[in-house]
């Protein structure tokens, strides 16, 4: 009797994504320098750089968008010993005229209680902050959550949070269960569990919906939230590494060669996105065209990527943002 084995992933080159320009009421009507577009009609507060609904920009799959992708070739995206399949990861600039709402983002338990797939675990990479900068991450020690419920109801809950000063080049972790709260004066690159799920606690006076009890039910008054100290290596420095995500940033002087740019450490395949913060690239390989990376541009390594080169076109600061996939959870 002959066996059936699951069949190897197909080669899936480096490809550039389209962004999704969101628009948020606390956002920007004007972008840059940091996108040159025209003023836009409605104010914009996200860049959505891997969405499920941006597009395929390059390749045989332009056109498409990344869910439909990720559908279609799941071993070839993610690696066939992933534990599901689906966008695992978004990650998004966010430009932030006003104060977001204070909110916190439920963990992957209370999602799935609510019929979600996942929780939402993200950090906040700092590209620029003014002088005095500063954005909410947790509740001051001591404060409870009865306290919590009084400062929604009289407008005082911003006395009870955690205020983090922010400069260029700050990694904050923010973990499911942390209150926080961005604000303005900082541009951030977010890296997020793929989830859109925000219970908002208190906005302002903003015509929004509230979701103060499940916002309750998700806090954790003690989180491993904070700024994150950069761990620099022998080829890259790691910004950051969870459960979820790990985010580096790679230097490259002239022109660097490798099949992924992962580190040893990292599974033998696995998703990866690079983010070109500032300058701009090119990645080569003998099996796909060149590839322009241009400054604040996104493409994605699949976990089934042949190898390639990434050569700096000048002035190049690149980000890599890569999942991880723990053995024994699921994302």
């Not at 059936?4 to 490809?15: E, G, K, R, V």
């Not at 080049?169 to 900082?186: L, N, Q, S």
Request: net charge neutral; with cysteine; glycine share 8%.
């Amino acid at each position: 009797m002959s066996h059936s084995t699951p069949s190897a992933p197909s080669i899936l080159a480096p490809f550039r994504i389209q962004p999704r320009f969101v628009p948020r009421v606390w956002g920007f009507r004007d972008l840059r320098p940091w996108y040159d577009r025209p003023e836009e009609t409605e104010p914009i507060g996200e860049v959505w750089l891997t969405g499920d609904d941006c597009l395929v920009e390059t390749g045989p799959h332009a056109g498409q968008s990344l869910a439909a992708l990720f559908a279609a070739s799941p071993a070839s995206m993610l690696g066939p010993a992933a534990p599901a399949t689906g966008s695992p990861l978004l990650v998004k600039m966010i430009f932030a005229r006003e104060k977001l709402s204070v909110q916190v983002h439920p963990d992957d338990t209370m999602a799935r209680k609510y019929g979600q797939p996942r929780g939402k675990t993200e950090c906040w990479y700092t590209m620029a902050a003014d002088p005095g900068a500063r954005i909410a991450c947790g509740l001051k020690p001591g404060v409870t959550l009865d306290r919590v419920r009084e400062g929604i109801a009289a407008g005082t809950l911003e006395e009870s949070l955690a205020l983090l000063p922010v400069e260029k080049g700050d990694m904050i972790y923010v973990d499911a269960g942390t209150v926080h709260a961005i604000w303005p004066g900082a541009i951030i690159l977010e890296t997020q569990q793929n989830s859109d799920v925000t219970y908002r606690m208190y906005d302002y006076g903003r015509p929004r919906e509230l979701h103060i009890e499940k916002s309750l039910e998700a806090t954790r008054l003690q989180t491993g939230a904070g700024k994150m100290p950069a761990r620099p290596g022998a080829d890259r420095t790691i910004l950051i590494a969870t459960d979820y995500f790990r985010v580096e940033q790679i230097p490259v002087s002239g022109s660097r060669a490798s099949s992924s740019l992962r580190d040893g450490t990292e599974p033998a395949q696995n998703l990866a996105y690079l983010f070109a913060a500032a300058g701009q690239a090119r990645i080569v390989g003998p099996d796909f065209e060149p590839l322009h990376l241009p400054q604040r541009g996104v493409l994605a390594v699949p976990a089934a990527s042949p190898a390639f080169t990434v050569e700096n076109l000048g002035g190049l600061d690149l980000i890599r943002i890569a999942v991880n996939w723990p053995a024994g959870r699921r994302a």
